[in-house]
């Protein structure tokens, strides 16, 4: 694997990767934000006074703020709330961070327990095993040589490196946790019950100097008082609970519960004369629990000590999800995914000719009936899944991931490359289609945000490959993942996954097939929860629609300025100019999701010109300033923000969300 260095001290670049949750809209990225801030550190590139004091008014806001707040599907049943934080926010995280960035690193290598928390400030980091593979290899034209600082907004994974795991599969795969399992043989698995939601946060300080010594300092300024001031402002104010999503907040949260690992080892030896690591040992991943012990009397005598120490910290167990296991130590899940590692790796290899290594033409592929295969396939995944007891969500993201990497494999392959430009492509086709079908499938059984950003990939890499190839073997390929898109949206919207991350993100990846096969209004208002009660009446919306930040700049980028949508966009026009005509300056000034939208709708390409000095002029009005000074609005139009509007960058962006990781 290839590595990159990128530059320790570039403090800003925690806006690329600490600040964000995971699960956005794919072309929500901070990029712009990124690069201006990078700007301004050099005297060469500060911009003028009127155009610093309009930003300054918001990403230097000094008061609280509010969240951009919105939910994905966490499965089947539930979802999760995640917060985006205003710029200000954002800003300060990355100052904190140049700060105190090894005070963060000391404070979170205390804990023996916790398995996943960062160690030191990143330098270099691995690119992924299939990274290459998301770059259009057949280009017309020369290399073309990056800019420094290119290579890092592109790969960038993390500000810190951490121990020591970043999946916890990885956990339960490891030679460590085969080695705890030789001494034990009892496990009880439990997790603090809504944990970010309960976190109290001057707890913080609690953590950093002992309780007492916090509360009777809490007036004076401290390390531990500038990290709690600024998640109280990033939450409006609210000292129950921390916004769930952004890697900043799993470090805070990682400080406090590294100290009550301490404390529960101190309390276990000093009260029940237990030594760690020998008499039982304990895990700690997120806020997951694992403790090993040599029999169930021990194992609940540790776990009242350990409820002991959380209640401490105003934390709770979820005692009805506390398990208690014999070894061996392995779920059905991980049988399950051995299987679907199986299943999918037998299959390749049955699609390819035994003697493939030596063929230099792409008849190393079987000629197969795509159809036949996928069923056949379909329906060993659908007995592995019932065998073993589990969920398809559970097993979804991983069997899409090996069908992905293998994919990938064939499609380095020279000869497959060559196929593509000789046009000679029939069996290549039907690999395609089952694939395509298998996927689809798979995807379909559980829509989440995961799910979504692997199918994307798969999408746009056969996209990308069809640039190069004849007419008949493109529309194949783009019409079976029109087909299935089409599908698969009339499916999310049967659902209630309306106007739904997994739903923007699928539409964002799709762009390129709807060139080729245009959907109708009616469609698309629909999937929207938009109406219109006739042709000639205007787009209006449904009662009850969720219709935000993401949705309108989603839309707006997936239907661009096309004629046969004019109505939509005049829709999101008027739709964006009330939101900003029912807040008052403060109202703008203090919401994420109003300071975000502003920037957006004024650097969008697609929003008329009109449009842009209507807004402009009424938010200036609000905020009591003069809105003659145009080259503000000529700067900020002329940039991109929060979301990109480039349409030719979605393999570089999910390069990156690839390295990333959520937790």
Avoid at 57 to 71: L, S
Avoid at 464 to 471: L, N, Q, R
Avoid at 501 to 530: A, C, H, K, W
Avoid at 553 to 566: A, G, R, T, W, Y
Wanted: proline residues 3%.
């Amino acid at each position: 694997m290839g590595k990159i260095k990128i530059d320790k001290h570039d403090h800003l670049r925690v806006v690329l990767t600490e600040t964000l949750p995971y699960e956005v809209p794919i072309n929500f990225l901070n990029e712009g934000v990124y690069h201006y801030l990078k700007s301004q550190e050099l005297s060469s590139s500060k911009v003028n006074k009127p155009i610093a004091d309009f930003i300054n008014k918001f990403f230097n806001y000094d008061g609280y703020t509010k969240p951009y707040n919105y939910r994905i599907h966490k499965n089947s049943k539930s979802k999760r709330l995640l917060s985006v934080p205003h710029p200000s926010v954002q800003l300060e995280i990355s100052n904190v961070y140049r700060d105190y960035d090894s005070l963060i690193t000391e404070l979170c290598s205390r804990s023996p327990i916790s398995l996943r928390a960062p160690s030191r400030v990143a330098s270099r980091f691995y690119e992924k095993e299939f990274v290459n593979y998301s770059e259009p290899e057949t280009r017309e034209g020369v290399e073309v040589e990056r800019e420094g600082f290119e290579n890092e907004t592109n790969f960038a994974s993390s500000y810190f490196t951490y121990k020591k795991y970043n999946f916890l599969y990885k956990f339960y795969d490891s030679y460590e946790s085969h080695r705890i399992e030789k001494k034990f043989e009892h496990l009880t698995r439990f997790d603090i019950s809504k944990c970010f939601h309960n976190i109290f946060v001057p707890s913080f300080g609690w953590a950093v100097k002992g309780r007492e010594f916090a509360k009777r300092y809490s007036d004076y300024f401290s390390v531990e008082s500038k990290f709690e001031s600024l998640m109280l402002k990033a939450n409006e104010n609210e000292d129950s609970g921390i916004i769930i999503g952004p890697e900043f907040s799993r470090i805070f949260a990682e400080v406090i519960l590294q100290r009550i690992d301490l404390s529960i080892i101190d309390k276990v030896k000093n009260k029940l004369k237990l030594r760690f690591d020998s008499d039982y040992t304990i895990r700690r991943y997120v806020d997951d629990y694992f403790l090993y012990t040599k029999n169930l009397v021990t194992a609940k005598k540790i776990l009242d000590v350990v409820l002991a120490e959380l209640e401490d910290f105003k934390l709770f167990v979820n005692e009805s999800k506390t398990e208690f296991v014999e070894v061996p130590f392995i779920t059905g899940l991980t049988i399950a995914k051995m299987d679907a590692k199986d299943l999918v790796s037998d299959t390749f290899k049955n699609l390819l000719k035994d003697d493939h290594d030596k063929n230099e033409n792409v008849s190393f592929i079987k000629s197969i009936n795509s159809s036949r295969e996928a069923n056949r396939f379909i329906k060993n995944l659908k007995r592995l899944v019932k065998d073993n007891g589990v969920s398809y969500e559970s097993l979804s993201g991983y069997t899409l991931g090996e069908i992905r990497r293998k994919l990938y494999r064939i499609l380095e392959d020279e000869s497959v490359k060559s196929s593509i430009t000789e046009n000679k492509t029939d069996q290549l086709l039907k690999l395609l289609l089952f694939v395509l079908e298998v996927s689809f499938f798979i995807y379909s059984m559980d829509i989440r945000v995961r799910t979504t950003y692997i199918i994307t990939q798969i999408v746009v890499r056969l996209n990308t490959i069809t640039e190069v190839s004849h007419a008949s073997f493109k529309d194949n390929v783009r019409k079976k993942i029109y087909d299935e898109s089409v599908l698969l949206l009339s499916k999310m919207k049967d659902k209630g996954k309306a106007n739904s991350i997994e739903t923007l993100n699928l539409l964002v990846s799709i762009r390129t097939n709807f060139d080729d096969y245009p959907i109708s209004e009616g469609q698309l208002i629909d999937l929207f929860d938009l109406e219109r009660t006739d042709k000639d009446d205007p787009i209006v919306k449904k009662d009850g629609a969720q219709l935000g930040y993401f949705q309108l700049m989603v839309l707006s980028s997936f239907i661009e300025d096309k004629e046969e949508h004019k109505d939509i966009n005049a829709f999101i026009e008027n739709e964006i100019s009330r939101l900003f005509s029912v807040r008052d300056g403060e109202q703008i000034r203090n919401s994420t999701e109003m300071t975000c939208l502003m920037f957006d709708s004024l650097a969008n390409p697609y929003f008329s010109k009109d449009f842009k000095q209507s807004l402009f002029t009424d938010i200036c009005s609000k905020l009591e300033l003069l809105p003659s000074v145009d080259l503000v609005l000529e700067f900020i139009k002329n940039r991109e923000w929060f979301f990109t509007w480039q349409r030719d960058n979605l393999a570089q962006i999910l390069m990156k969300k690839e390295l990333r990781s959520p937790y």
